[in-house]
């Protein structure tokens, strides 16, 4: 009964997901895409560092003396809007990269890594090899 329900099972992963009945032998990721994300999250970091760094500056434009301190004007706001939205991008670039590591870092332990024989003999049953 147990041996019919999984193969029940299969057939239907078979039909909803065709690439698990017809996949090739090595299903690994790509060295190509790994490298293309890889490169895409090195970039988000790198992006963001700056955004976080130019926005810093702003804001020490905003701090000034406390001696001192600055007039108010038009052009120190519109330095601050800046500011903030150069802040705002910074956390959303390193939010992608951090994001885009993580998924790095799967796909090189996929790419990789040595699947031991109760998982490939998983795999090859989702796939319809009994």
Not at 18 to 43: F, M, N, Q
Not at 60 to 65: F, V
Not at 99 to 112: K, P
Request: include cysteine; charged fraction near 20%.
């Amino acid at each position: 009964m147990f041996a019919r329900r999984m193969v029940a099972t299969a057939t239907c992963l078979g039909l909803l997901w065709p690439a698990l009945s017809h996949a090739d032998e090595d299903t690994r990721p790509s060295k190509a895409l790994i490298g293309a994300i890889g490169g895409v999250a090195a970039g988000s970091l790198i992006a963001g560092g700056v955004l976080g760094g130019l926005s810093l500056g702003k804001s020490s434009d905003q701090e000034g003396n406390p001696n001192s301190p600055p007039l108010y004007t038009r052009s120190l706001k519109d330095d601050g809007d800046q500011g903030k939205a150069m802040a705002i991008g910074a956390y959303v670039t390193l939010g992608v990269g951090a994001a885009l590591t993580l998924v790095e870092a799967v796909l090189l332990y996929e790419r990789f890594h040595k699947r031991s024989p109760k998982t490939q003999a998983a795999l090859d049953f989702a796939r319809g090899r009994f």
